[in-house]
C-alpha cells in the first residue's frame, strides 16, 4: 500500500482519478520501463520455494491471518493476476472504496456477490425495475436456493419502504438490493433512506447489506458508497468498457466485504481474464471525456424531445420538475443526468417498432454506454422475460424506447432522429387515408 499511496499524491495533496487512470497501481520499471502495463496472459506463477507457496496458500485459504506486512502472492489466475490486481486498485479510485474485483460480466458481478452475502432463508428487499437479467435471478434462481426477493418501487415513500420491510418476517432481511437509475425508467432511489432502512434491522448476528448497481451513472456521476452503501456492482461492460468490444463486471466494497465476495469468485470461476482488465485499463484513461461528453449530448437530445410531437413522454433524470421527491433524491446523489434517455412515442408498439426501424446512425441494439448511441425497446427486447402486467407496473410501456447517447455530434443524432419520426408520422398519415 506504501507504493500505491505514494503514487497517489504529489507534494502531500491527493490526485484525482481522472490522472491516475494513466498511471496508478504499476511502475514501469516492472516491465522493461514499458509505459503500460503488458497483459499477464498466464494461468499460473512460479514459486520461488515451497515454502512460499505453503504461505501463499494459507493466505488463500483462510487458513491464518496475514502478518502486518505480508501480502498473498501471485499463485494462478483464477485467485490473482497482475494485469486485474492494477485494473482493481484503478477501479477503487472513483468510487473511495477499499477494495475491488473484477467479474467475467455484470451478472457474474451480481450473482457472485449475492451468493456470497446471502444464505437459505434471506429476503431481499429490491427496487423495480431493475436490469432484466437482475430481475429473472432475483425473482427466479436465487428462489432455488430458498432466498426471497421481495419488491419494491423507486417511487415509494419511506413510510411505504418501511412497511414492506416491517412485512418480511422478523430475522430474515439480510439485503436490500437497489438499482439506481432504474433501466429502463431513469427512476431513482433514496440510498440515504435505504441504507437507514438496512442499519435499523441489522443486527450482530444479522447484518443486513445496501448493495447498489450503479452503472447507469457510475462511477463518474454517482457514488453510492458514500451515500450509506454497502457494496457497489457494475456491468463494466458498459461505461468503464465503453467501446462495445469487452463483457465485463465489478464489485467495490470495504476489505472484510470483499474478502467474502472474492472467496466465492474464486470457486464459482467468475473471475475476468487477464487480456479483458488489460482493455478496462485503457478505456478508464478516457472514462470522465467520454462521460461527460455523452451526457452533454443527452441533455441537448432529451430536451429535444420533450418537445418532439410524437413523444408523448421523457424520462430523464432533468426532467423531474413533476416529481419534487425524484428531483431531492437527485440533487442529493447525482453529479450530471448522465446520458441514458427513455421515451414514449405517440402510439404503440407498433409506432415504436417504426421507429427503431428507421434509425440509421444510431444502431438498433442492447446494452448501452459505448462511444456510439443505440437504441432500444424494453419492453421486448431487454426486460422481456418480465410479464406484461409487471412491466406496466413498473412504468415500461409498449411505447417506451431506451436510448443510449455516445459520442458522436448532437445535431447528428438529432438529425437520425428526426426522420425516423418523420418515418413513423409518413405511415400513419398512410393509414388514415387507406382507412
Known sequence: ????????????????????????????????????????????????????????????????????????????????????????????????????????????AISTTLLALLQPGDVVLHSEPVYGGSDFFLKNVLRKFGIEAVGFRPTDTPAQLAARAAAIVPGRLAMIFVETPANPTNHLVDLEACAALARQYATADKPVRLVVDNTFLGPVFQHPLKHGADVVLYSATKFLGGHSDLIA????????????????????GTMCDPNTGWMLMRSLETLKLRMERAAQSAQTIADWLRQHPLVARTYYLTHLEHNPAQQDIYRRHCLSPGSMISFDIRGGEAEAFRFLNALKLIKLAVSLGGTESLAEHPGTMTHSDITLDEQREMGITPQMIRLSIGVEDPQDLMLDLSQAFEAVGVVKEMELEMA
Open 1 to 108: 500500500m506504501t507504493n500505491l499511496q505514494d503514487h497517489a499524491h504529489i507534494g502531500g495533496q491527493m490526485l484525482r482519478p481522472e490522472s491516475l487512470m494513466m498511471s496508478y497501481g504499476y511502475t514501469p520499471a516492472w516491465s522493461e520501463g514499458a509505459i503500460k502495463p503488458p497483459i499477464f496472459q498466464t494461468s499460473t506463477f512460479v514459486f520461488k520455494n515451497a515454502e512460499e507457496g505453503k504461505a501463499f496458500f494459507e493466505l488463500a485459504y483462510g487458513l491464518r491471518q496475514a502478518n502486518p506486512d505480508e501480502e498473498m502472492g501471485l499463485i494462478y489466475s483464477r485467485l490473482n493476476n497482475p494485469s486485474l490486481e492494477i485494473l482493481e486498485h484503478r477501479l477503487c479510485l472513483w468510487d473511495g472504496a477499499e477494495e475491488a474485483a473484477s467479474f467475467a460480466s455484470g451478472m457474474a
Open 249 to 268: 463486471g465489478a464489485a467495490l466494497a470495504s476489505k472484510p466485504l470483499m474478502k467474502e465476495i472474492k472467496a466465492m469468485r474464486t470457486f464459482m
